[in-house]
């Protein structure tokens, strides 16, 4: 639970901190990259 709340809350603050779409795509874009690190270690 306390993995999720905390996904919940990087997600909010990273979405605080895009002000382009293209912004917006890198950010999910990073966020994709640090779930496929962590699940492949």
Known sequence: MKK??????????????CNTVQGFGKDVEHVGDKIQNKSAK
């Open 4 to 17: 999720i709340a905390a996904l919940l809350i990087a997600s909010v603050w990273l979405l605080a901190g």
